[in-house]
T-cell receptor
Framework: GAGVSQSPSNKVTEKGKDVELRCDPI?????LYWYRQSLGQGLEFLIY????????KSGLPSDRFSAERTGGSVSTLTIQRTQQEDSAVYLC??????????????FGPGTRLTVL | AQKITQTQPGMFVQEKEAVTLDCTYD???????LFWYKQPSSGEMIFLIY??????QNATEGRYSLNFQKARKSANLVISASQLGDSAMYFC???????????????FGKGTKLSVKP
Protein backbone atom coordinates (compact mmCIF):
# COMPACT_ATOMS: atom_id res chain seq x y z
CA GLY A 1 0.00 0.00 0.00
CA ALA A 2 0.97 3.65 -0.25
CA GLY A 3 3.28 4.96 2.40
CA VAL A 4 3.57 8.41 3.91
CA SER A 5 4.12 11.03 1.25
CA GLN A 6 5.51 14.52 1.61
CA SER A 7 5.74 17.48 -0.71
CA PRO A 8 7.70 19.20 -1.91
CA SER A 9 10.77 16.99 -1.69
CA ASN A 10 13.00 20.05 -1.82
CA LYS A 11 12.27 23.68 -1.06
CA VAL A 12 14.64 26.60 -1.40
CA THR A 13 13.42 29.91 -0.06
CA GLU A 14 14.73 33.29 0.89
CA LYS A 15 15.07 34.42 4.45
CA GLY A 16 11.88 36.08 5.64
CA LYS A 17 9.53 34.19 3.32
CA ASP A 18 6.79 31.84 4.51
CA VAL A 19 6.80 28.16 3.51
CA GLU A 20 4.25 25.36 3.67
CA LEU A 21 5.20 21.70 3.86
CA ARG A 22 2.65 19.00 3.24
CA CYS A 23 2.26 15.49 4.61
CA ASP A 24 -0.14 12.76 3.50
CA PRO A 25 -0.18 9.99 6.11
CA ILE A 26 -0.90 6.35 5.48
CA UNK A 27 -4.63 5.88 4.94
CA UNK A 28 -6.38 5.01 8.18
CA UNK A 29 -3.57 6.17 10.45
CA UNK A 30 -4.98 8.41 13.15
CA UNK A 31 -1.76 9.76 14.62
CA LEU A 32 0.61 12.06 12.76
CA TYR A 33 3.97 13.48 13.86
CA TRP A 34 6.31 16.11 12.49
CA TYR A 35 10.03 15.93 13.19
CA ARG A 36 12.96 18.04 12.12
CA GLN A 37 16.38 16.66 11.27
CA SER A 38 19.27 19.08 11.20
CA LEU A 39 23.03 18.59 11.35
CA GLY A 40 23.52 20.23 14.68
CA GLN A 41 20.43 18.99 16.51
CA GLY A 42 19.74 15.52 15.15
CA LEU A 43 16.10 14.46 15.01
CA GLU A 44 13.71 16.62 17.02
CA PHE A 45 10.01 16.21 17.65
CA LEU A 46 7.92 19.19 16.57
CA ILE A 47 4.20 18.51 16.81
CA TYR A 48 1.75 15.64 17.12
CA UNK A 49 -1.86 15.12 16.01
CA UNK A 50 -4.18 12.39 17.21
CA UNK A 51 -7.62 12.19 15.67
CA UNK A 52 -9.70 15.23 16.53
CA UNK A 53 -7.83 16.00 19.75
CA UNK A 54 -5.94 19.25 20.23
CA UNK A 55 -2.41 18.85 18.87
CA UNK A 56 0.61 18.58 21.11
CA LYS A 57 2.74 21.56 20.06
CA SER A 58 5.35 21.14 22.77
CA GLY A 59 8.19 20.60 20.32
CA LEU A 60 7.67 23.64 18.13
CA PRO A 61 10.80 25.82 18.41
CA SER A 62 9.07 29.19 18.05
CA ASP A 63 5.75 30.83 17.29
CA ARG A 64 6.81 31.11 13.67
CA PHE A 65 6.01 27.42 13.37
CA SER A 66 2.45 26.14 13.13
CA ALA A 67 0.69 23.11 11.77
CA GLU A 68 -2.77 21.97 11.01
CA ARG A 69 -4.41 18.74 10.03
CA THR A 70 -7.53 18.87 7.95
CA GLY A 71 -10.15 16.16 8.06
CA GLY A 72 -7.95 13.98 10.20
CA SER A 73 -5.71 13.22 7.25
CA VAL A 74 -3.43 15.66 5.40
CA SER A 75 -1.24 17.92 7.50
CA THR A 76 0.50 21.17 6.64
CA LEU A 77 3.48 22.55 8.54
CA THR A 78 3.88 26.30 8.06
CA ILE A 79 7.00 28.25 8.87
CA GLN A 80 6.59 32.00 8.80
CA ARG A 81 9.40 34.50 8.25
CA THR A 82 11.93 31.73 7.67
CA GLN A 83 15.39 32.02 9.14
CA GLN A 84 18.59 30.31 8.04
CA GLU A 85 18.53 28.12 11.15
CA ASP A 86 15.24 26.65 9.89
CA SER A 87 17.19 24.85 7.16
CA ALA A 88 16.71 21.16 7.80
CA VAL A 89 14.91 18.07 6.61
CA TYR A 90 11.32 18.00 7.87
CA LEU A 91 10.01 14.49 8.37
CA CYS A 92 6.44 13.39 8.82
CA UNK A 93 5.41 10.08 10.37
CA UNK A 94 2.12 8.36 10.98
CA UNK A 95 0.94 5.49 13.12
CA UNK A 96 -2.34 3.62 13.35
CA UNK A 97 -3.14 4.66 16.89
CA UNK A 98 -1.54 5.86 20.06
CA UNK A 99 -1.56 4.04 23.34
CA UNK A 100 0.58 1.04 22.74
CA UNK A 101 4.31 1.17 22.81
CA UNK A 102 4.52 -1.05 19.77
CA UNK A 103 2.79 1.41 17.48
CA UNK A 104 5.51 1.86 14.91
CA UNK A 105 5.86 5.26 13.31
CA UNK A 106 6.22 5.10 9.55
CA PHE A 107 8.10 7.98 8.03
CA GLY A 108 7.78 9.83 4.78
CA PRO A 109 10.74 10.75 2.57
CA GLY A 110 11.00 14.23 4.07
CA THR A 111 11.17 17.76 2.73
CA ARG A 112 14.61 19.34 2.54
CA LEU A 113 14.25 23.02 3.32
CA THR A 114 17.04 25.42 2.50
CA VAL A 115 16.75 29.03 3.62
CA LEU A 116 19.14 31.36 1.82
CA ALA B 1 20.75 14.45 30.18
CA GLN B 2 20.51 12.55 26.95
CA LYS B 3 17.75 9.97 26.88
CA ILE B 4 19.24 7.97 24.02
CA THR B 5 22.99 7.61 23.61
CA GLN B 6 24.71 6.15 20.59
CA THR B 7 28.42 6.28 21.25
CA GLN B 8 29.64 5.20 17.82
CA PRO B 9 29.48 8.04 15.28
CA GLY B 10 30.84 5.71 12.59
CA MET B 11 31.43 2.01 12.16
CA PHE B 12 33.02 -0.14 9.47
CA VAL B 13 32.22 -3.79 8.86
CA GLN B 14 33.35 -6.28 6.27
CA GLU B 15 30.67 -7.66 3.99
CA LYS B 16 29.14 -10.89 5.32
CA GLU B 17 30.32 -10.25 8.87
CA ALA B 18 28.13 -9.36 11.82
CA VAL B 19 28.15 -5.93 13.45
CA THR B 20 26.75 -4.53 16.69
CA LEU B 21 25.55 -0.95 16.97
CA ASP B 22 25.36 0.33 20.53
CA CYS B 23 22.47 2.14 22.16
CA THR B 24 21.85 3.03 25.79
CA TYR B 25 18.81 4.80 27.10
CA ASP B 26 17.64 6.61 30.18
CA UNK B 27 14.10 6.51 31.51
CA UNK B 28 12.32 6.17 34.82
CA UNK B 29 9.17 4.90 33.14
CA UNK B 30 8.73 1.12 33.55
CA UNK B 31 6.80 0.95 30.28
CA UNK B 32 8.57 2.02 27.12
CA UNK B 33 9.39 0.92 23.61
CA LEU B 34 12.70 0.88 21.82
CA PHE B 35 13.04 1.18 18.06
CA TRP B 36 15.79 1.05 15.48
CA TYR B 37 15.52 2.90 12.19
CA LYS B 38 17.76 2.85 9.13
CA GLN B 39 18.30 5.98 7.08
CA PRO B 40 20.07 5.43 3.76
CA SER B 41 21.47 8.30 1.76
CA SER B 42 18.06 8.76 0.14
CA GLY B 43 16.88 10.15 3.47
CA GLU B 44 13.86 7.99 4.25
CA MET B 45 13.62 6.56 7.77
CA ILE B 46 13.02 2.81 7.54
CA PHE B 47 11.71 0.94 10.57
CA LEU B 48 13.82 -2.12 11.41
CA ILE B 49 12.91 -3.57 14.76
CA TYR B 50 10.99 -2.94 17.99
CA UNK B 51 11.51 -4.08 21.59
CA UNK B 52 9.01 -3.50 24.37
CA UNK B 53 10.21 -3.01 27.91
CA UNK B 54 8.16 -5.96 29.13
CA UNK B 55 9.15 -8.31 26.34
CA UNK B 56 10.88 -11.35 27.75
CA GLN B 57 12.76 -12.27 24.62
CA ASN B 58 15.03 -10.26 22.40
CA ALA B 59 13.34 -9.08 19.22
CA THR B 60 14.45 -10.47 15.89
CA GLU B 61 13.54 -9.49 12.33
CA GLY B 62 15.39 -11.38 9.65
CA ARG B 63 19.06 -10.38 9.84
CA TYR B 64 18.34 -7.86 12.60
CA SER B 65 18.22 -8.68 16.26
CA LEU B 66 18.07 -6.49 19.31
CA ASN B 67 20.27 -7.35 22.27
CA PHE B 68 18.08 -6.02 25.08
CA GLN B 69 19.74 -5.77 28.48
CA LYS B 70 17.16 -4.06 30.64
CA ALA B 71 19.20 -3.74 33.82
CA ARG B 72 21.96 -2.03 31.88
CA LYS B 73 19.46 0.02 29.87
CA SER B 74 21.04 -1.17 26.71
CA ALA B 75 19.38 -1.98 23.36
CA ASN B 76 22.10 -2.84 20.88
CA LEU B 77 21.26 -3.68 17.28
CA VAL B 78 22.97 -6.70 15.78
CA ILE B 79 23.10 -7.05 12.02
CA SER B 80 24.20 -10.47 10.85
CA ALA B 81 25.78 -11.23 7.47
CA SER B 82 26.23 -7.57 6.51
CA GLN B 83 25.44 -6.56 2.97
CA LEU B 84 26.60 -3.57 0.96
CA GLY B 85 23.06 -2.24 1.07
CA ASP B 86 23.26 -2.03 4.85
CA SER B 87 25.51 1.04 4.54
CA ALA B 88 23.42 3.81 6.10
CA MET B 89 22.79 5.83 9.24
CA TYR B 90 21.17 3.87 12.03
CA PHE B 91 19.11 5.54 14.72
CA CYS B 92 18.02 4.16 18.05
CA UNK B 93 14.82 5.69 19.43
CA UNK B 94 12.67 5.40 22.52
CA UNK B 95 9.01 5.97 23.13
CA UNK B 96 7.78 6.34 26.69
CA UNK B 97 4.31 5.44 27.86
CA UNK B 98 1.62 8.00 27.24
CA UNK B 99 0.86 10.06 30.23
CA UNK B 100 -1.05 13.30 30.22
CA UNK B 101 1.00 15.64 28.11
CA UNK B 102 3.25 12.92 26.75
CA UNK B 103 2.04 11.97 23.36
CA UNK B 104 4.36 9.13 22.54
CA UNK B 105 6.73 10.92 20.23
CA UNK B 106 10.03 9.22 19.55
CA UNK B 107 13.24 10.42 21.15
CA PHE B 108 16.19 9.71 18.88
CA GLY B 109 19.87 9.17 19.42
CA LYS B 110 22.45 10.96 17.30
CA GLY B 111 22.88 7.96 15.03
CA THR B 112 25.69 5.68 13.86
CA LYS B 113 26.94 5.72 10.30
CA LEU B 114 27.61 2.17 9.19
CA SER B 115 29.81 1.51 6.20
CA VAL B 116 30.00 -2.01 4.77
CA LYS B 117 33.22 -2.81 2.95
CA PRO B 118 33.27 -5.28 0.03
Amino acid sequence: GAGVSQSPSNKVTEKGKDVELRCDPISGHTALYWYRQSLGQGLEFLIYFQGNSAPDKSGLPSDRFSAERTGGSVSTLTIQRTQQEDSAVYLCASTPKVGGGADTQYFGPGTRLTVL
Amino acid sequence: AQKITQTQPGMFVQEKEAVTLDCTYDTSDPSYGLFWYKQPSSGEMIFLIYQGSYDQQNATEGRYSLNFQKARKSANLVISASQLGDSAMYFCAMRERNYGGSQGNLIFGKGTKLSVKP
